[in-house]
């Protein structure tokens, strides 16, 4: 993610780093180029230019010239300016004292509200809330069907009246059903439109005026270019939106769009979507993209999606497990399914720390080697999971055929799997195993 | 009558972008006091409508070398064919546009990343297509996002176009290879595939296209043509680039289709897309009306943006 931006800044700073110390024309060349990266990266025009203005005052203030490690001090302004154009704290979904809360879900077309809404249900639902989704896109085709089929895969209801009824009447009567049942959350997806459609626009301001939503979300494609923040102020100043969630941060598009949204616009960024399942959804940290867009990595993010993936009991367990040596192949097979679960190894070694410097990001990864894997496992009888060592050759050639490989194949997990066996013996305390 | 229909139409869409732009060039060099407030507000100006650093560099070295004082200060006219000279030369291709014949299968696969307007170019194509008096079969290989296949068809039959059945989660190889056979066995002269849009950067995604393509060059026998189209959505920036480079370095993108230029964005990209990768535009999409889809024309495009 991000990763031009970080590769732009990695080679201004090598280039200082090369020259020792920094006089006025190095300074003037480095804001220079990062001024280009940041045009590149979509960060709106003004943005830029007040961005490139508070780097140079730095700059000079910070005595940089003087200075043994320029590179070093250079990263870390780069890196404050950048959180403070972002935001300096993270915000979530204010819940509503007085049930239901109504979430109104705007932008422009093909922005990703649809799947934007489903994935927010299913994000508040793991935290013990109990959403329900209420289609008014009246107006694209199949719009209607779209959100249900997504909302059917996490078992999330959807309240519709077909495209025949207004969208204001549709939240109304979701309103309604609810009030005597136990929803407390009410996620309203609405039609993509135009920001200088004025019919369209009208058809939001009615439901702010009428229903009063709580939340009011605005979707911003992170490959969004200088516009986005022309439509995101007209969104704002019709609804006054409160929030924004930047959808598709799973391309490789720079995202200035972020930087220059926190600085343009009041509200602030509250969630970032990232890939084509409903979980593929986070919170978005600003100090944490800041360090991002810089290669530093994302490591908080990745513990939490280890822990979140982990149970206190389950470690536990497998700690007890390893200690005893009656890891098997059930247990190797279990973590497989929990490494899908924190994501795509892409996903994953993005934010190591580190990733983009040492190349690891621009290589690529087969998540179906992992299915491949798990294919062999599942294959197998219980008896040979639990006991790998009896896999002789004809179980071997049976699984082979089972899990439509080759025989090599098989032979390549059983080895790695008793290397790693062989390698946890010798591990006298695991913490967060597979992780420590 | 039709022809100036569509112009006037055309220049509807455009009407945002060009006012601004007109008024922006007039205002500028009226209000030029000299040539640095000049050229960085030129500079502003290109890069907020999202051609790129790189072009917006190279026209503004143009300008750089004009001698100001030999120009009235409201001379705004020079400028304006400077600007336009120096657009055309970037945007100007001599491969003529989409190539439809009727006595072979024109094959027309449309690609791009998500929510860039696929389906709906899909629809209003074979819409446009019908209307030129060509046999059209539409192929929904969108199998993967929800109700994509229910939403071409819907604009199938408003547009009046025969569809293949598909089913989602079926696989889209699969699905292009009967249609391909089908389009052969109804007569068809113009075969239109929507795909699943797919960020680029997926590989596994993009070797499904490619499988895709190898699947319609081996189906589709002798006489055919295929043409590879990306949708590039208006409001896109600088990742656009990015964008055309996988899906061309995968597929072999023969042009691009704007979509969404009803908004205030420029749609600039395209500027930026073909000086670095020379892949022209060829179709403009704007609107939710069926007939809101035109072939690009440079000479058009420049114009109505500045005159």
């Known amino acids: 993610m991000f990763a031009d931006l970080t590769g732009k800044f990695k080679a201004i700073f090598k280039r200082i780093k090369n020259k020792g110390k920094l006089n006025e024309k190095d300074i003037n060349n480095c804001l220079h180029e990062i001024r280009i990266a940041l045009l590149e990266a979509d960060v709106n025009y003004k943005v830029v230019k007040e961005f490139v203005n508070e780097l140079h005052v730095q700059m000079i203030n910070e005595n940089i010239s003087e200075s043994l490690s320029p590179s070093q001090q250079i990263i870390k302004m780069v890196h404050r300016e950048i959180t403070k154009v972002l935001g300096s704290k993270k915000s979530d979904i204010i819940i509503s004292p007085k049930p239901p809360t109504v979430i109104l879900i705007v932008g422009l077309q093909g922005t990703g509200k649809t799947t934007t809404a489903v994935k927010l249900a299913n994000y508040l639902n793991k935290k013990g809330h109990h959403s329900m989704l209420v289609a008014t896109d009246i107006h694209r085709p199949a719009a209607i069907e779209q959100l249900k089929i997504l909302a059917e895969k996490s078992k999330l209801p959807v ?91 799973d391309g490789d598009a720079r995202g200035g769009a972020a930087l220059s949204l926190r600085k343009i616009l009041d509200a602030p960024i509250k969630f970032v979507g990232t890939g084509e399942k409903n979980d593929n959804f986070d919170i978005f940290y600003p100090e944490r993209m800041a360090s991002r867009i810089l290669g530093m990595g994302d490591v908080l993010t990745l513990i939490e999606k280890v822990e979140s993936a982990y149970d206190k009991k389950e470690i536990s367990r497998m700690n007890e497990k390893i200690k005893s040596n009656d890891f098997d192949l059930n247990d190797f097979h279990l973590q497989l399914k929990k490494m899908e679960n924190i994501g795509s190894v892409e996903q994953i070694v993005s934010m190591i720390p580190g990733a983009s410097q040492l190349n690891l990001n621009k290589m690529q990864y087969d998540d179906r080697e992992l299915k491949k894997i798990e294919a062999i496992i599942s294959s197998m009888t219980m008896d040979e999971r639990n006991n790998p060592n009896i896999i002789n050759g004809s179980r071997r050639k049976r699984i082979a055929k089972g899990s439509g490989s080759q025989i090599s194949a098989v032979n390549r997990l059983l080895k790695q799997f008793n290397q790693i066996k062989n390698m946890m013996k010798k591990r006298k305390y695991i913490k967060n195993f597979p992780f420590n | 009558m039709k022809i100036v229909n569509i112009f006037s139409n055309f220049k509807n869409g455009l009407v945002k972008s060009r006012e601004n732009l007109k008024d922006k060039i007039e205002y500028l060099i009226k209000k030029s006091k000299n040539k640095e407030i000049f050229l960085e507000q ?74 860039s307007g696929k389906t709906s170019a899909a629809g209003k194509m074979a819409y446009k297509f019908k209307n030129e008096n060509n046999q059209l079969l539409l192929i929904p290989a969108d199998t993967f996002r929800a109700a994509a296949i229910k939403q071409l068809n819907i604009m199938a039959n408003l547009a009046g176009v025969e ?107 395209v500027v930026a897309i073909k000086k670095e990768l020379n892949i022209p535009v060829k179709l403009i999409s704007f609107g939710e009306q069926l007939d809101n889809l035109y072939y690009f024309e440079n000479e058009k495009f420049i114009n109505a943006l500045l005159d």
Do not use: W
């Not at chain 2, 289709?257 to 749609?267: Q, R, V, Y």
């Open chain 2, 42 to 115: 030129l500079e502003e100006l290109l890069i907020l409508s999202d051609i790129g650093v790189s072009a917006t560099e190279e026209i503004i070295n143009c300008f750089d070398e004009i001698n100001f004082k030999e120009y009235e200060k409201n001379d705004f006219i020079y400028f304006k064919k400077k600007l336009k000279k120096i657009l055309t030369d970037i945007l100007n291709h001599s491969s003529p546009n989409i190539k439809i014949e009727k006595n072979r299968l024109n094959i027309i696969m449309i690609v791009g990343v998500n929510g």
């Open chain 1, 159 to 249: 309240f519709s009246m077909g495209t025949k009824e207004k969208a204001v009447n549709i939240v109304k009567a979701a309103l309604k059903y609810v009030s005597d049942k136990d929803f407390d959350i009410l996620i309203v997806d609405t039609a993509g439109r135009l920001h200088i459609d004025e019919k369209l626009m009208l058809e939001l301001e009615e439901i702010d005026r009428q229903i009063l939503p709580q939340e009011k979300l605005l979707i911003i494609d992170s490959m969004a270019g200088q516009d986005a923040v022309n439509s995101a102020k007209i969104f704002c100043e019709k609804i006054n939106v409160n929030g924004i969630i930047l959808s598709k941060i």
């Open chain 2, 163 to 269: 569809i293949i059945k598909s089913s989602e989660k079926a696989d889209p190889a699969s699905v292009v290879y009967d249609g391909v056979n089908a389009a052969k066995a109804r007569k068809k002269n113009i075969l239109i595939i929507d795909t699943a849009g797919r960020l680029h950067n997926k590989i596994n995604l993009m070797n499904e296209l490619k499988k895709i393509k190898k699947v319609i060059q081996n189906a589709a026998g002798n006489n055919y043509s295929l043409e590879i189209l990306q949708t590039i959505d208006a409001t896109m920036g600088q990742n656009g680039i990015s964008q055309a480079k996988s899906f061309n370095e995968s597929l072999g993108v023969s042009g691009i289709i704007l979509t969404k230029m009803d908004g205030t964005a420029k749609g600039g990209i």
